[in-house]
């Protein structure tokens, strides 16, 4: 199949054709000319964008669906008879138009995004070297001309350090803004609440749509809590270092209900606890667990005498 002109090929890359323009630029893509090409581009654009790659493994569901239906709509289009052919070119498309797509998402959007899964533990070191700890299933974001403004979800450990001009800082929850200089605290935003644990320091919390509520300071040892549900933020003093071992590896319980422990395991490793009998989520456990299923599951075991059934991606207590 013939080139298509330069001028057309960079429209596409770089996200501005017109879908004629992009149609005729994909059926080349799939030719061998063509990835050739594209596989040259690929590498620059990964030196370039280190996270390129992660970010692919990371698209939404919405994103794949849409995406998914500009692959259909080309693969129907497509006339080879030849079966091997079609499902050859239809994952050749699927791929070019995923990989082009967030080159130019990338790009165009300035926004950094780091996300865990299920298990894993991730350690950030953000542009201003304030450092993170993500917990598993969690996501944070910032724009990449602000980055001492961070959006995010899930749970994460930050140590924001104190810059010569004073910059704010500032992690901002779907309730929450939590307003820092040179301080470190851990946030919570799983079970429609958002809770901030303050080991170091001094921050100021705000809340995102209750403009009439003052704002809340806070001290080493607070701990402060805001329900989506009841709309207003609750403060008490703990001891941080049980909020924060997860960074670790280790997770500190003391007298915490089993209820709270099968949550924080849902939450953590993506598995359902299916229960029973209710009684036993009243019931308290202290001690300190390494941060792995299969440690937590046996310990519990052990110390309340039942037995935990794994059957796929649920836990069974009966």
Avoid at 131 to 148: E, F, G, I, T
Avoid at 193 to 206: I, P, Y
Avoid at 260 to 265: D, G, P, R, S, V
Avoid at 295 to 303: A, F, H, P, S, W
Wanted: charged content about 25%; hydrophobic content about 40%; aromatic content about 10%.
């Amino acid at each position: 199949m013939k080139r298509p002109d330069q001028d057309i090929i960079h429209r596409y890359l770089e996200g501005q054709c017109s879908p004629e323009e992009a149609e005729l630029v994909l059926h080349w893509l799939s030719s061998t000319e063509g990835q050739t090409f594209y596989a040259d581009y690929l590498d620059k654009r990964i030196e370039e964008q280190p996270t390129l790659s992660e970010s692919l493994e990371n698209l939404s569901l919405d994103d794949k669906q849409m995406l998914g239906g500009i692959y259909a709509k080309i693969a129907r289009e497509e006339k080879s008879s030849h079966p091997t052919f079609r499902y050859w070119y239809a994952a050749a498309v699927v791929f070019l138009l995923l990989s082009t797509w967030m080159v130019v998402q990338l790009t165009s959007s300035g926004e950094q995004t780091f996300q865990t899964a299920y298990g894993e533990v991730k350690s950030i070191q953000l542009p201003d070297g304030s450092d993170v700890v993500l917990n598993a299933n969690s996501k944070l974001w910032y724009a990449q001309d602000n980055p001492r403004e961070i959006w995010f979800e899930g749970e994460a450990f930050f140590e924001v350090i104190h810059t010569e001009d004073d910059a704010p800082f500032s992690v901002r929850t779907a309730d929450l803004v939590v307003n820092v200089l040179g301080t470190a605290f851990n946030v919570n935003t799983r079970r429609s609440k958002t809770d901030v644990v303050l080991s170091t320091g001094k921050v100021r919390l705000e809340l995102q749509k209750e403009a009439q509520q003052p704002s809340l300071m806070m001290q080493p040892g607070d701990k402060v809590t805001y329900a989506s549900t009841e709309k207003a933020l609750e403060k008490k003093v703990v001891n941080p270092a049980a909020f924060t071992s997860w960074t670790s590896g280790t997770i500190m319980f003391d007298h915490t209900r089993l209820g709270e422990i099968f949550q924080l395991m849902e939450d953590n490793y993506g598995v359902e606890m299916v229960v029973a009998d209710s009684s036993w989520l009243n019931k308290e456990f202290t001690g300190e667990v390494v941060q792995d299923l299969d440690v937590m599951v046996t310990l519990l075991e052990k110390t309340f005498d039942f037995t935990l059934t794994k059957q796929d991606n649920k836990i069974y207590l009966k």
